[in-house]
């Protein structure tokens, strides 16, 4: 967006053409009437009638004609909401620098290989395809710098969400992208409202001129006379990995006398040393999603309020006989608690807290403190560590200490044990591997991977490599998969996380899958951790959108002086991952009488795309996807599946809505 003009340009055609086009409605089935989306071409428009979940009416109706606004209206009845309407695109190319998983790479440093470009369309045929009771309709005539293709929109019946997409492809190698979109619409500009990074609502005139603005939630409202609308990204999937979750301002807004643009941006660059954009693989979809929430009702605060349900305003939600741990965070707490004192609320508990989290699993001496240190040094600093985890846990938020140790085993790996535990990072010549201190009990010196393995044992730690495939553990754990520490049941598996960013996936964090898949077919039984991995938090920051959190069965949050029920959760794997919209709350996967039966119990906010079974045979991956398409917004059911899977091994389920939110559970062991 920058300080330029984003319109979606139409570009000129012989009067004639429009006559000439004909939708394309193979692809489309009719369904009842009030329970479905019905499409209909009528003459020079193409017409989408649907209800809501209040059975009000509504209305889309597209432009055939090319030298015209694509939406001519979306309406309520007689009432339009929005008229005259364009939707806008913009992209910035850049090439990727290290392979497809590579998070050290920064293409905005390299300007040689950028570029940008604003959408241009002209419109060259349309179709309308059904999927399951839900129908998308495409224009084709989209033309995006090195992509082309086209826009697309998606209606739910008995919604007002509507999901647009540039559904795009290039062909270019090893190319990394960021893209901007929204709407272009016609007539004096509405009012807006959105929240600021304080969590206030804000109402006010759009203005004149263009402005970004960082907001909370990373959604806008607009209200004229007889409707209304809310505007905002797919809440995850947007959000490319970064280190720290400064909000950038990701919203924009340009008004003059008889229009209005508004939708949301990234940026070229966020002053960090690592920004690694979005990945296109040659020949890859690339669907670039907005969502618009629509209203009869001129309030544009009442459309936030209905944009917020599908991220439950951002809270992870309560789960009965669950608690909720997010975990990789380098906040330097120790070092901070002994220059600060033990009784300050550290910065990120009450923004952890609003979140919906109750366990935060923190990772110090990662660039602070001196965990290098063989002496007092490193043993104050472990003092200060458990002090202040257990002086600042209470009976809401628990705060479990854990280190990203990376030492002797390779790569970037994690350490938790089930009770604080005092060791060295080094052994110096001489030590012996344990030592015995009067105040703190054993003190371990680890000089090599054996006494890494052997105090792990010892103390009934948990080890899983952080950031797997990527990062500093690029190739990890792959060079180590024949090690004794390896393949020791206390080597618990891996984190997840989404990164890289590929929007022609319908899922999220397909790296850690990959792995995940590989080690159970190397005939091991380990476990994907949901991480979040960043370095600094406030109130203030876009952190929701790179969350990710475990629901841990726990009937009740342990205390401090009891977080081994965490270490046993974990141990078991009774738990599963999720990015907040899609719950999990009950699954089994059986295998008797030579049939495999899988059961899951779902909520969701979004409406869903699919389940998925993956499963391995020890040699080869392979999946069965189950539609979902006919699932509503704001749901819950349980469903059953037989999967036809033959001579599997393991097997683990996965949920996933149209915005690539979703829920995963833990690979399980075919039993006899």
């Given at each position: 967006m920058k300080n330029i003009a984003l319109l979606m340009t139409a570009a000129l055609a012989p009067a004639a053409m429009w006559a000439a086009i004909k939708v394309d409605l193979t692809g489309y089935r009719a369904g009842p009437p009030g329970a479905s989306v019905r499409v209909e071409q009528q003459g020079e428009t193409l017409v989408v009638d649907w209800t809501d979940e209040a059975s009000r009416?509504?209305?889309?109706?597209?432009?055939?004609?090319?030298?015209?606004?694509?939406?001519?209206?979306?309406?309520?009845?007689?009432?339009?909401?929005?008229?005259?309407?364009?939707?806008?695109?913009?992209?910035?190319?850049?090439?990727?620098?290290?392979?497809w998983d590579a998070f050290f790479d920064h293409p905005g440093r390299r300007p040689e290989e950028m570029h940008s470009a604003t959408g241009r369309f002209l419109l060259a045929g349309a179709r309308a395809r059904s999927a399951g009771n839900r129908v998308e309709v495409s224009f084709d005539g989209l033309h995006l710098g090195l992509f082309s293709g086209a826009v697309a929109y998606t209606f739910f019946p008995r919604s007002r969400l509507v999901q647009q997409e540039a559904v795009v492809r290039a062909g270019t190698p090893d190319l990394a992208y960021y893209y901007d979109t929204g709407l272009r619409t016609a007539g004096p500009p509405p009012r807006l409202a959105w929240y600021d990074t304080s969590g206030q609502l804000i109402a006010a005139e759009a203005g004149q001129g263009y402005q970004a603005w960082s907001v909370r939630h990373r959604m806008v409202g607009a209200g004229w006379k007889a409707g209304s609308l809310a505007l905002f990204p797919a809440p995850h999937q947007y959000f490319f990995a970064r280190d720290v979750t400064t909000n950038l301002g990701h919203l924009w807004r340009r008004a003059g006398p008889n229009f209005l643009e508004m939708g949301v941006r990234q940026l070229a660059d966020d002053g960090t040393r690592f920004y690694p954009w979005m990945n296109a693989p040659p020949g890859t979809e690339q669907r670039m999603a907005l969502f618009l929430i629509l209203g009869a009702g001129a309030s544009a605060a009442e459309r936030l309020r209905d944009a917020l349900r599908y991220t439950n305003e951002d809270r992870f939600p309560v789960l009965p006989g669950y608690q909720t741990m997010a975990t990789h965070w380098h906040f330097g707490y120790a070092v901070r608690a002994m220059r600060e004192g033990f009784d300050k609320i550290p910065f990120f508990k009450p923004v952890l807290k609003q979140m919906g989290i109750n366990i935060a699993m923190i990772m110090d001496f990662h660039g602070d403190g001196h965990p290098q240190d063989t002496g007092q040094v490193r043993l104050e600093e472990l003092d200060a560590l458990f002090e202040a985890c257990r002086a600042q846990s209470d009976p809401e938020f628990l705060i479990l200490p854990a280190e990203e140790a990376n030492v002797h085993l390779g790569g970037h790996w994690a350490l938790f044990f089930p009770r604080p535990v005092y060791w060295y990072h080094r052994r110096p010549e001489g030590r012996p591997f344990v030592t015995t201190d009067p105040r703190r009990g054993n003190l371990y010196s680890t000089g090599s991977a054996a006494d890494m393995l052997e105090l792990v044992r010892r103390e009934q730690g948990l080890m899983?490599?952080?950031?797997?495939?990527?990062?500093?553990?690029?190739?990890?754990?792959?060079?180590?998969?024949?090690?004794?520490?390896?393949?020791?049941?206390?080597?618990?598996?891996?984190?997840?996380?989404?990164?890289?960013?590929?929007?022609?996936?319908?899922?999220?964090?397909?790296?850690?899958?990959?792995?995940l898949d590989d080690m159970n077919n190397w005939g091991l039984t380990k476990r994907l951790l949901g991480e979040v991995d960043v370095f600094r938090i406030d109130e203030t920051h876009e952190l929701y959108a790179h969350m990710n959190v475990n629901y841990?069965?726990?009937?009740?949050?342990?205390?401090?002086?009891?977080?081994?029920?965490?270490?046993?959760?974990?141990?078991?794997?009774?738990?599963?991952?999720?990015?907040?919209?899609?719950?999990?709350?009950?699954?089994?996967?059986?295998?008797?009488?030579?049939?495999?039966?899988?059961?899951?119990?779902?909520?969701?906010?979004?409406?869903?795309?699919?389940?998925?079974?993956?499963?391995?045979?020890?040699?080869?991956?392979?999946?069965?996807?189950?539609?979902?398409?006919?699932?509503?917004?704001?749901?819950?059911?349980?469903?059953?599946?037989?999967?036809?899977?033959?001579?599997?091994?393991?097997?683990?389920?996965?949920?996933?809505?149209?915005?690539?939110?979703?829920?995963?559970?833990?690979?399980?062991?075919?039993?006899?």
């Open positions: 009416p509504w209305r889309a109706v597209f432009s055939l004609d090319p030298e015209a606004a694509l939406i001519r209206e979306m309406a309520t009845g007689s009432a339009p909401v929005i008229e005259n309407a364009q939707p806008i695109y913009a992209v910035t190319t850049g090439r990727r620098r290290g392979g899983w490599q952080t950031h797997p495939r990527t990062k500093g553990s690029t190739g990890y754990p792959d060079l180590i998969r024949h090690t004794d520490y390896f393949l020791d049941p206390r080597y618990f598996g891996a984190g997840w996380k989404q990164m890289p960013s590929d929007l022609s996936s319908p899922r999220l964090g397909e790296r850690s899958f990959r792995l841990l069965r726990l009937p009740s949050l342990p205390s401090f002086d009891n977080y081994a029920a965490v270490a046993q959760a974990l141990e078991k794997g009774d738990y599963f991952v999720t990015t907040g919209e899609v719950l999990i709350p009950e699954h089994s996967i059986e295998y008797r009488d030579g049939r495999t039966r899988a059961r899951a119990s779902l909520r969701w906010t979004f409406p869903l795309r699919m389940a998925e079974a993956v499963w391995g045979d020890g040699v080869y991956t392979k999946r069965r996807t189950i539609a979902l398409a006919e699932t509503p917004a704001f749901g819950r059911a349980d469903y059953e599946w037989e999967i036809p899977a033959g001579e599997w091994k393991w097997m683990r389920l996965a949920v996933w809505d149209v915005a690539a939110n979703g829920a995963f559970t833990l690979p399980v062991r075919r039993q006899p």
